[in-house]
């Protein structure tokens, strides 16, 4: 199964001039611990909200802070092809110890996002089904 076929395309965005109170706001209204931070069509970071909990450990205050003094990096934004399978999503988010990814297009532009709450859904409705194959087959030897 491809990511296109899992990752939710409405992804909650916003530009690196966004204030930390507005992106907050963001996540309260669509009921998400992460907004994509996009240049055009194209993602640049992300901010998720153990993100936001560790800066306000560090800032005085939330009123001076924007979405692009909290994302990670743009060397360190891990995406991933839309093309890809959910099996290569979970590789992935092993190896970088993330639990989003952003999934972009072969044109690199932002196409969906893919959370690991998605991954599992999907491995255990996989999972299931081998259980009922394997069931199945038991019964008629």
Known sequence: ???????????????????????LGMMDENNVGSVVIADGDEPVGIVTDRMIAMAMRE???LDDLTGGDVMTGEDEL????NED?????????????IRRLPVVDEDG????????DDLLIVSAAELSNA?????????SI
């Open 1 to 23: 199964m491809t990511l296109t076929e899992i990752a939710t395309s409405d992804v909650v965005t916003a530009e690196r001039e966004t204030e930390i109170r507005e992106i």
């Open 59 to 61: 800032a005085d205050s």
């Open 78 to 81: 891990v995406t991933i092809q």
């Open 85 to 97: 399978t959910h099996f290569e999503a979970l590789s992935k988010m092993s190896d970088e110890g």
């Open 109 to 116: 532009a932002l196409a969906g996002i893919v959370t690991l």
């Open 131 to 139: 259980s009922d194959v394997i069931e199945q087959q038991a019964g």
